[in-house]
T-cell receptor, first 115, second 111 residues
Framework: NAGVTQTPKFRVLKTGQSMTLLCAQD?????MYWYRQDPGMGLRLIHY???????AKGEVPDGYNVSRLKKQNFLLGLESAAPSQTSVYFC??????????????FGPGTRLTVT | TQLLEQSPQFLSIQEGENLTVYCNSS?????LQWYRQEPGEGPVLLVT?????EVKKLKRLTFQFGDARKDSSLHITAAQPGDTGLYLC???????????FGTGTRLKVLA
């Protein structure tokens, strides 16, 4: 099993350009998450999904859109990139349920720079 | 807005020393997780604590959940260079599937 994979690993964008980050998981997990990680700020939740066809906003959703057309994939889109979106983006997935012990499995991250 | 504050932010110690990392909040969490993150990789779960006052041990690492479920600590005994990394706590509120992450503690253990 590959677990959680993310593409691309690195990307440089100019202000105003658009791009899509792809997250794929092969563990049949219901829940998927997109986080961004900035120095000194831990991870902040951008958007999440509790199942195929559903998405919801997290703490910092502005400037991002997401789609979950297939259970195994969760896409994060930037329509018009801004320098403030320079960050490392992590995707995570976990099993269904509100059980308190469920582990999140993280991908290796995508390092995005917006100039 | 729920916040999880971690302290210290940075810690550089010699091999063999002991250390404690703290994770504090004014909010109550139904569970709290600790992750370790290596450079260039995603976080990996170390432990989950779910009961107030709970103590869990993972080899040289001891995790404690506060009685009121608002805070947690991670204690490492006889630190080794392999313990170097970013330690993150993450709290979940009751009935949700979302996590609030702490600000992180970057640990460096010198040989």
């Amino acid at each position: 099993n590959a677990g959680v994979t993310q593409t691309p690993k690195f990307r440089v964008l100019k202000t105003g350009q658009s791009m899509t980050l792809l997250c794929a998981q092969d563990m049949n997990h219901e829940y998927m998450y997109w986080y961004r990680q900035d120095p000194g700020m831990g991870l902040r939740l951008i958007h999440y999904s509790v199942g195929e066809g559903t998405t919801a906003k997290g703490e910092v959703p502005d400037g991002y859109n997401v789609s979950r057309l297939k259970k195994q994939n969760f896409l994060l889109g930037l329509e018009s990139a801004a320098p403030s979106q320079t960050s490392v983006y992590f995707c995570a997935s976990r099993l269904y349920g509100t059980g308190r012990s469920y582990e999140q499995y993280f991908g290796p991250g995508t390092r995005l720079t917006v100039t | 807005t729920q916040l999880l504050e971690q302290s210290p932010q940075f810690l550089s110690i010699q091999e063999g020393e002991n250390l404690t990392v703290y994770c504090n909040s004014s909010s109550v969490f139904s569970s709290l997780q600790w992750y370790r993150q290596e450079p260039g990789e995603g976080p990996v779960l170390l432990v989950t604590v779910v009961t107030g006052g709970e103590v869990k041990k993972l080899k040289r690492l001891t995790f404690q959940f506060g009685d009121a479920r608002k805070d947690s600590s991670l204690h490492i005994t006889a630190a080794q260079p392999g313990d170097t990394g970013l330690y993150l706590c993450a709290g979940a509120t009751s009935g949700t599937y979302k996590y609030i992450f702490g600000t992180g503690t970057r640990l460096k253990v010198l040989a």
